[in-house]
C-alpha cells in the first residue's frame, strides 16, 4: 500500500508512526504543552530523532467534552506551529487534524500539508469530501457516533464491528465519486464507543483490511487503558505499547502515538516476528 504525498509516494507496507503534536489547552494528555516557541521547536525535533514518519497536528481538542473552538482561533494556532515547523523542516510529512474545509484549504494552500485528518470524515462540512479531491491530498476517515460533546453518553451498535464496517464500505464509494485517491480509515478507538465495543473492534480489527485502505489506530494513553485498573493517562503507556503489537499483528498500518521511541521499539520486534 502507498499514498501519495505532494509526488513522494510513501510505503505502508511497513508500519509508520504518526507522531502528535497536540496545540491545545485541553487535550486529554498532553494539553497546554506546547504554546510556547520554544516548546513546539522542541517537541517537533523529538519526534524526528525519535523516529517519527508523520507529524499529526491538533489544533482543538477531540475529547470528550471538549469545548469547540472559531475557526478564526484553528487556524491561529496552526499558522503558529506549521511556520515553526516547516521553517524547520521543510519536507517532513505532516498531518492536520480537521474536520473544517477552510482549514484543510488553509494548511495545504499556506504549509503543503500533506494529509487532513478528519474525525467526523465529511459528516460536520459537507465541502470536505470536494475539497479533500480538489487539494488532492491523502485523506483520513475518522468514525465516531455522534459528537465530541455527546459521543460518550451512552453509545450503542447492533454489531459494532458490522457497523464500522458498513460505515466505511459507505464512505469509501462516497470517495472514489468524489474523486479522492487515498483514503486512509480510523476505526476511531474511544470516539462513541464503551470499552467493551473498543476491545471488540481491536480483536476483530484484521476484518478492516476487507475495504482493501490503509489503517491507521490512535490507541495511545487512551481511556480504554487506564480506566481498567482505576489510573491515568500517564500511566497508560506499557497498556499502549501492549494494544499497539496487537493492531500490528492485525493489520494496522499507521500508529499515532505521543510515545516514539517506545513505538519504534514495538515496531522493530514486530518486524522481526515476521521475518520468523
Known sequence: ?????????????????AGILNITPDSFYDGGKYFSENSVKNRIKQLVKEGADIIDIGAFSSRPGAELISEKEEQKRL??????????YPDIILSVDT???EIAKFAVNNFNV???????????????????AKLNVPYIIMHMQGTPGNMQKKPQYKDVVKDLLKYFSEKIERAKKTGINDLIIDPGFGFGKTIEHNYQILSKMELFQLAERPILVGLSRKSMIYTLNNETPDDALPGTLALNMIALRKGANILRVHDIKETRQ?????KKMKIK
Request: overall charge negative; charged content about 30%.
Open 99 to 101: 474536520y473544517r474545509s
Open 266 to 270: 514495538v515496531i522493530e520486534v514486530y
Open 114 to 132: 500533506d494529509i487532513i485528518n478528519d474525525i467526523s470524515a465529511g459528516n460536520f462540512d459537507a465541502e470536505m469530501f470536494d475539497t479533500i
Open 1 to 17: 500500500m502507498t499514498i501519495n504525498c505532494r509526488g513522494k509516494l510513501i510505503e505502508l507496507s511497513e508500519p509508520k508512526i
Open 79 to 88: 499558522r503558529f506551529a506549521l511556520d515553526i515547523i516547516r521553517k524547520l
